[in-house]
């Protein structure tokens, strides 16, 4: 009887995935009915049960999973040759499982509708958009800097601790919602992760947990990193799973906070990832407009830059091979190249948006 059931639990996953994947042909539903619907009270579900916690459960469990699995490899390693059948079932079974609780407290997000078509944005932008745009956020990015400095040349250091920002962000999102109410943030669950070194050796400053809603933060990347990563989680834990819109909502969450430091790194945020799209376009371009860009702000680019360059290692481009083949599974067919995308909506954003 047992086998049996193990048995049906592992076929369900056959039904399972063919019922995403015809989600997926249906957006203005899964907006609807599940995004709209049915997430956020799983969502906020979550958060009131696991956000007081001053540490990770979600990470807590991953380090559990990870024992339990060794341990089960360890201890099955002979029965997967002399009853290797029973042995695929039970591995079937537990994806199963997991696929199922995946979808449902957060992976369907990946089946909504594009952000552009909530906002009524246009998806293309041309080149003279995009300049224009970048001078924008230079002349805001380098306003920032100097009421911070007082000196074009000295990088922007962060007076906060990192707990004290993940903290603040959530205050952007108070202010956002004024403009989007649909991105109403309560109660608050960002933490840092408890496996920040393995994170950052992979190549990665922060990652939800979609089975317990928890945004963990990478702890060890530079300060000035953090306002914008974790309002990035946050804007994921909010339903968008697609990372060049969670890089959106986040820059906008950044932009929007009382705080003049989240408003630096929100608006550099943007502003990086316009120039690294210029240069693409146009190295040319590309030279000119960073030269009238603050030499501190060159140099937290730089900062940044030279803490990922301090931790590369040989296995890093295999996991983020894995993880764009993740993101290729769940509708964003440009893989990690999709944050990039960002840049598509800051433009058609900010292309009529005085700053």
């Known amino acids: 009887m047992l ?3 193990k048995t049906i639990i592992a076929l369900l996953i056959i039904p399972q995935y063919l019922f995403v994947k015809l989600l997926g042909k249906y957006p203005e539903f899964v907006e609807t009915y599940y995004s709209n619907g049915l997430y956020p009270i799983i969502s ?19 380090a559990f999973a990870i024992i339990y699995i060794l341990r089960w490899l360890y201890l099955k390693k002979t029965r997967i040759w002399k009853d290797s059948l029973n042995w695929v079932i039970d591995v079937t079974v537990a994806l199963s499982v997991i696929f199922f609780l995946f979808h449902l407290c957060w992976g369907l997000n990946y089946h909504r509708l594009p952000l552009h078509k909530n906002l009524n944005l246009n998806r293309d932008y041309t080149t003279e958009q995009l300049v224009a745009v970048t001078e924008k956020l230079i002349k805001k990015s380098n306003e920032l800097h100097l009421k911070i400095t007082n000196n074009d040349t000295i990088k922007v250091t962060v007076p906060y601790s990192k707990t004290e920002i993940l903290n603040m962000a959530p205050i952007g999102y108070e202010n956002l919602k004024i403009i989007f109410p649909h991105l109403e943030y309560h109660p608050k669950s960002v933490k840092k992760s408890l496996f920040s070194y393995p994170l950052t050796y992979m190549g990665f400053s922060g990652y939800l947990n979609p089975l317990t809603n928890e945004a963990q933060v990478d702890a060890i990347i530079p ?47 943007g502003l990086r990832y316009c120039l690294n799209e210029v240069y693409f376009r146009d190295e040319c371009l590309y030279d000119d407009l960073v030269a009238d860009v603050n030499e501190g702000i060159l140099k937290n680019y730089k900062e940044t830059r030279d803490f990922w360059e301090a931790h590369a290692n040989p296995l890093e481009p295999f996991f983020k091979i894995f993880y764009s083949n993740y993101l290729k599974a769940n509708q964003q067919s440009k893989g990690m190249e999709s944050y990039s995308y960002v840049v598509a909506l800051l433009s058609n954003y900010f292309n009529e948006k005085s700053l």
Do not use: M, V
């Not at 990035?232 to 819109?245: K, M, S």
């Open 3 to 5: 086998i049996k059931k």
């Open 44 to 62: 906020k579900l979550f958060r009131y049960t696991l956000g007081w916690l001053p540490f990770s459960f979600g990470d807590l469990i991953y």
């Open 223 to 269: 300060t000035i990193k953090i306002p914008t990563t974790s309002s990035h989680e946050i804007a994921h834990q909010l339903g968008y799973a697609a990372e060049n819109e969670a890089n959106f909502i986040g820059c906008l969450a950044a932009i929007n906070h009382d705080d003049i430091y989240f408003n630096y790194a929100g608006f550099t945020f």
